[in-house]
């Protein structure tokens, strides 16, 4: 059967956020709120595939049908500053045409404007980032626009957030409209917390991207293989939700595989089997193997000796089988809580965060 619900290639955008409503909601009451609201400085923590740019994405939709311009997702990487510069403009160009906003005439001439929210060639060539995106807040507030910058994929300590904090820390203090949403992995976000420079975000709104309700995923389940016409049993739709651990990406994965082994439009106990080891080794290869080769030797050492267990495992016995003392298990044990790897169980106990990775991890062992 042909697959129009899911989208299960990794970092693609699905036809629906599911679960995180109450996330946008927030972000979008910030905005309609007073400039220099908590809520409109939010940093989205998640692991890989935890849904952070489809989040990004539906935030993007949803400020734009309230007025704001929006530099779409950017992906920390080198030129980004430059890239927000272009979306900006880009994006505010329906503003432009739309309200006849010619900025080269009168008052707004010296902002250094040419055409609509393009810069003349000298500004673009001679001026700072901060000055470029301050000139055009200055410009689209004037008109009753607010400006809304999406980053996706941070990474510490880089020099390029560093610079779009800064100026963005100075519109705030101007009372610009103007708002702020950054995604990336726990540990890049918490680099980033801890940069001397970037100090301001410590105030903004952190959300950590959790696992999805079962609830949730099942309801979804329901929608979509209805829409496509799939008969499955209510017990086995649940099986598949609790399969997902919560996950987004699994969810796709798994809904996507699920129509993909359906028989003339049946799904039975054999199709979600198949459909879940399908999914499962996607999973690993996409984000287990990917998790694992950004730590270090010791990092991986620590969840070694957690893969011995089953369920949570005892600090004590992770030092032990690391032969190591217990301050310096500790020393592991934070960075990878930090790193959103691992989650704290029980009083002295730690649990894999990543769905399948103590599975993958014994079975690897055992080659």
Not at 2 to 21: A, E, I, K
Not at 221 to 226: E, G, N
Not at 331 to 354: E, N, P, Q, T
């Amino acid at each position: 059967m042909q697959d129009t619900v899911f989208s299960p290639s990794f970092g693609n955008r699905p036809s629906q956020l599911v679960g995180r409503d109450s996330i946008v909601a927030a972000f979008i009451n910030g905005l309609a709120s007073a400039p220099g609201n908590k809520e409109r400085a939010t940093l989205l923590l998640g692991q890989r595939g935890s849904g952070k740019t489809v989040l990004l994405w539906e935030i993007a939709d949803q400020a734009r049908r309230r007025g704001f311009v929006v530099a779409s997702p950017t992906i920390v990487a080198e030129g980004m500053l430059g890239r927000i510069v272009e979306k900006i403009q880009d994006d505010g160009e329906r503003f432009a045409k739309e309200n006849s906003l010619h900025l080269s005439g009168g008052s707004l001439g010296v902002l250094g404007f040419s055409v609509g929210l393009q810069f003349t060639r000298e500004i673009q060539e001679s001026k700072s980032f901060q000055y470029k995106l301050t000139q055009l807040c200055r410009a689209l507030n004037k008109q009753g626009k607010g400006v809304l910058i999406l980053v996706d994929e941070l990474q510490a300590n880089s020099p390029d957030v560093r610079q779009l904090v800064t100026a963005y820390q100075e519109l705030v203090g101007e009372r610009a409209n103007i708002a702020l949403v950054m995604a990336g992995l726990p540990s890049a976000v918490a680099a980033t917390l801890n940069d001397r420079v970037l100090t301001f975000l410590n105030r903004a709104r952190k959300v950590e991207l959790g696992p999805l309700s079962t609830s949730d995923v099942d309801a979804y389940f329901d929608t979509a293989f209805k829409q496509l016409d799939i008969s499955i049993s209510p017990d086995l739709r649940r099986e598949a939700a609790r399969a997902t651990q919560g996950s987004p990406y699994l969810l796709q994965l798994i809904g996507h595989n699920i129509v993909a082994f359906s028989s003339r439009g049946e799904a039975d106990a054999s199709t979600l089997g198949n459909a879940v080891a399908a999914a499962r080794e996607d999973f690993e290869n996409d984000v287990c193997e990917t998790t694992l080769a950004a730590l270090s030797e010791k990092d991986g050492a620590f969840l070694a000796a957690m893969s011995v267990d089953e369920g949570p495992s005892k600090m004590a016995d992770i030092a032990e089988r690391m032969q190591v003392g217990a301050d310096y298990a500790q020393k592991y044990r934070k960075r990878l809580l930090d790193a959103g790897v691992i989650k704290k169980a029980a009083r002295g106990y730690v649990a894999f965060a990543v769905p399948h990775l103590g599975d993958y991890l014994r079975r690897k062992s055992g080659e």
